[in-house]
Nanobody, 118 residues
Framework: QVQLVESGGDLVQPGGSLRLSCAASGFVFSRYPMSWFRQAIGKERELVAS????????SSADSVKGRVTISRDNDKNMMYLQINNLKLEDTALYYC???????????WGQGTQVTVSS
């Protein structure tokens, strides 16, 4: 069974940091690029960051550039998203996804909630 399970979301104050994790199972993780998306209430889902299958190529959205680091451990079938200097506008449900773009696959996690509030 193909599965992605996110964890690590929390309530944090502005300026804080979080590390989100995504555990993959049911497919050969090392063969696929992966991404983090997020969706805030009332807004469309947006790409946050993506990483190539080997981890050598990484990219992030302009809205989070300089504040996030995407990484993966193919031996552990895990992907991570480190977010620093969290802002109120980072509040959203964060999803792990197989592929670079939303329509690359139908493989999504259930999401982990990040809430930034003072």
């Amino acid at each position: 069974q193909v599965q992605l399970v996110e964890s690590g979301g929390d309530l944090v104050q502005p300026g804080g940091s979080l590390r989100l994790s995504c555990a993959a199972s049911g497919f050969v993780f090392s063969r696929y690029p992966m991404s983090w998306f997020r969706q805030a209430i009332g807004k469309e889902r947006e790409l946050v960051a993506s990483i190539s299958s080997s981890g050598a190529v990484r990219s992030s959205a302009d809205s989070v550039k300089g504040r996030v680091t995407i990484s993966r451990d193919n031996d552990k079938n895990m992907m991570y998203l480190q977010i620093n200097n969290l802002k109120l506008e980072d509040t959203a449900l964060y999803y792990c996804h197989q592929g670079y773009r939303a329509d690359d696959s139908s493989i999504w996690g259930q999401g982990t909630q990040v809430t930034v509030s003072s």
